[in-house]
């Protein structure tokens, strides 16, 4: 005796392309409408300034080392003519992002304060992080069509575990003397989450939103094959005509993209390491600092 779950799955599918279009509809123009914005401005951000922007980010967050790094960088994709495939990359990479946070924040602090919750949800995460990621385009297509919006909705699905996971965790790591001293000051239960918990959770909950964003990069440019655009356009052109130098060109820029927002976002859950630090700049040694104070 076999058991085909397959058909069950079409069955299912099926089911839902005709009774649920007006919502799938629904859901296609809001995604759409954040993704397609996001992507308007980024495109019509002159170069130089869109480079400027992500410079000075890096020397405000990271270091002057790494700031000239970005740059240096960033030139190298606008002179392999990447600069805008590179915008629509990113594009697709923040409205998924932020997709995943306005959904997996929530659900994350949901089953930090129940346990049922997690017991719930766990399983669910389990299945969206181990489920191959060419899974998705399947019914992302059948439900979306192709372009941007199914690009952005199956990386949604596939990059939005760790955001989960990790505010949870962090919510639950929170000091047992903190809950308790908020509470003996007489926190209602909104208080105690946003002024004790999620301030001490932030360094987990960052953490979660970091992986979530290499996790939609990983997946917009395996997204790319049901027309969502961008750099993974560049990689799959590479990939059809066997041509090793445009598939490494569109790699590099990948790369590149990558350790941008890694090490940003990163630098987000700390107090900020770079403060405009220049290789000339010393700070005050503490002796000499405290017989200035005396």
């Known amino acids: ?62 270091g002057f080392g790494f700031a000239v790094f970005t740059g240096l960088s960033l030139w190298l994709v606008e002179h392999m003519g990447l600069w805008s495939a590179m915008m629509e990359t990113l594009s697709l990479v923040l409205a998924s992002t932020l997709v995943a946070g306005v959904i997996g924040l929530p659900l994350g602090i949901a089953m930090a ?20 990621a060419f899974v998705y385009l399947i019914p992302a297509a059948m439900f979306f069509g192709l372009g941007a919006v199914p690009g952005t909705i199956a990386t949604v699905i596939f990059s939005m575990p760790p955001v989960v996971r990790l505010t949870n965790l962090g919510i639950r790591q929170v000091h047992a003397e903190f809950v308790e001293a908020g509470n003996a000051f007489g926190c209602t239960a909104s208080q105690l989450l946003f002024k004790v918990q999620l301030p001490n959770a932030m360094p987990s909950i960052m953490a979660g939103i970091n992986q979530t964003i290499m996790l939609s990069l990983s997946m917009v440019v395996i997204a790319s094959m049901i027309g969502a655009g961008g750099l993974g356009n560049t990689v799959l052109t590479g990939i059809q005509r066997l041509d090793v130098g445009t598939g490494f060109e569109g790699g590099i820029a990948v790369v590149i993209l990558a350790v941008i927002l890694d ?19 010393r700070t005050a040694r503490p002796e000499a600092a405290s017989t200035a104070t005396a």
């Open 1 to 62: 005796m076999t058991f085909d779950l397959g058909d069950g799955v079409d069955a299912v599918v099926n089911y839902i392309l005709d009774n649920f279009a007006p919502l799938l509809d629904a859901v296609a123009a809001g995604i759409g409408t954040v993704t397609n914005g996001i992507q308007a401005s980024l495109l019509a951000m002159p170069m130089l300034v869109g480079l400027a922007i992500l410079v000075l980010l890096s020397l405000w967050r990271v």
């Open 113 to 132: 304060r129940s346990d049922r919750v997690a017991a719930v949800v766990r399983p669910v995460l389990d299945l969206m992080q181990t489920m191959p």
């Open 263 to 281: 090490r940003i976002t990163q630098s987000l859950g700390k107090e900020r390491a770079g403060v405009w630090r220049l290789p000339f700049r």
